[in-house]
T-cell receptor, first 114, second 113 residues
């Protein structure tokens, strides 16, 4: 069974630019989650999508947004990049049966802002 | 809101030593509890889970028991190996937090020969 796949693996951007990160969930999983792992800040929840709808959002500004496609894959968009957006962005997927189901993670996209 | 507290690292052990990483939580109701492991340069891998009080999750020699009375989910392994060197994260989800995972700060484990 293929796991969660994320692309690209690494990105280098400059302040003010925009970036799009992509995630393909495990086959059969309908929920997709995005997390930010920034140095010194730990793992922070960003967004949860299920059946194409945004279900929950973490404490991040509106320039962080995303969407989920009919095939359940997802994109995370970050506009007006700032230096503090440098982080590992992790995508996870799960079956849509509430918090009882574990989330399975991809290897992440490492975003560096110069 | 929900929160998870893990023991500070790094933890350095000799091979075959006993491992305990403490984890306590604050949450409403009955959350599900998880341990994830992150190897260098990789994402998180699910290590084990427990979904109700007194459940014991186990995998690859690691164990953790969901203790409602002490709001704890301590990770243990009887004999660690060098290959267990990684960062370990305790997390919870559900009940008042929706589906999102709330993580502890992570505990780095280094196992030496």
């Amino acid at each position: 069974e293929a796991g969660v796949t994320q692309s690209p693996t690494h990105l280098i951007k400059t302040r003010g630019q925009q970036v799009t990160l992509r995630c393909s969930p495990i086959s059969g999983h309908t929920s997709v989650y995005w997390y930010q792992q920034a140095l010194g800040l730990g793992l922070q929840f960003l967004l949860w999508y299920d059946e194409g709808e945004e279900r929950n959002r973490g404490n991040f500004p509106p320039r962080f947004s995303g969407r989920q496609f009919p095939n359940y894959s997802s994109e995370l968009n970050v506009n007006a990049l700032e230096l503090e957006d440098s982080a590992l962005y992790l995508c996870a997927s799960s079956l849509r049966t509430g918090g009882l189901q574990p989330q399975h993670f991809g290897d992440g996209t490492r975003l560096s802002i110069l | 809101g929900n929160s998870v507290t893990q023991m500070e690292g790094p933890v350095t052990l000799s091979e075959e030593a006993f491992l305990t990483i403490n984890c306590t939580y604050t949450a409403t109701g009955y959350p599900s509890l998880f341990w994830y492991v992150q190897y260098p340069g990789e994402g998180l891998q699910l290590l084990l889970k427990a979904t109700k009080a007194d459940d014991k999750g186990s995998n690859k020699g690691f164990e953790a028991t969901y203790r409602k009375e002490t709001t704890s989910f301590h990770l243990e392994k009887g004999s660690v190996q060098v290959s267990d060197s990684a960062v370990y994260f305790c997390a919870l989800s559900g009940e008042g937090g929706g589906n999102k995972l709330t993580f502890g700060t992570g505990t780095q484990l280094k196992v030496e020969l």
